[in-house]
């Protein structure tokens, strides 16, 4: 089972940058797809983006243009580079591996404020 840690949140203005990273535990990391959700406050889970073993990437239309999802398998860490934050962009970001059953971290919570 893969445990993942998520960590890098915080409080930014509108417009400012973060990179949140997801440290996995377990080996097998770089035959995994991973991704990253988001819980906007007093919603569901949302997809934000996906990185496949095979490098490609898929992304929210949300999202697009504005966050790039990376990773080091030699560090077993995913990245999360999100950019032009927005107040929408406000949620709890959890990462995740495409396997089942799924597991998922703590999650991150990124507050964007005026």
């Known amino acids: 089972q893969v445990r993942l840690v998520e960590s890098g949140g915080g409080l930014v203005q509108p417009g400012g940058s973060l990179r949140l990273a997801c440290v996995a535990s377990?080996?097998?990391?770089?035959?995994?797809?991973m991704a990253w959700y988001r819980q906007p406050p007093g919603e569901g889970r949302q997809f934000v983006a996906s990185?496949?073993?095979?490098?490609?990437?898929n992304y929210a239309d949300a999202v697009r243009g504005r966050f790039t999802i990376s990773r080091d398998d030699a560090k077993n860490t995913v990245y999360l580079q999100m950019n032009s934050l927005k107040p929408e962009d406000t949620a709890l970001y959890y990462c995740?591996?495409?396997?089942?059953?799924?597991?998922w971290g703590q999650g991150t919570q990124v507050t964007v404020f005026s």
């Open positions: 990185l496949a073993e095979t490098g490609t990437r």
């Open positions: 377990g080996s097998g990391f770089s035959r995994l797809t």
């Open positions: 995740t591996a495409l396997t089942i059953p799924r597991p």
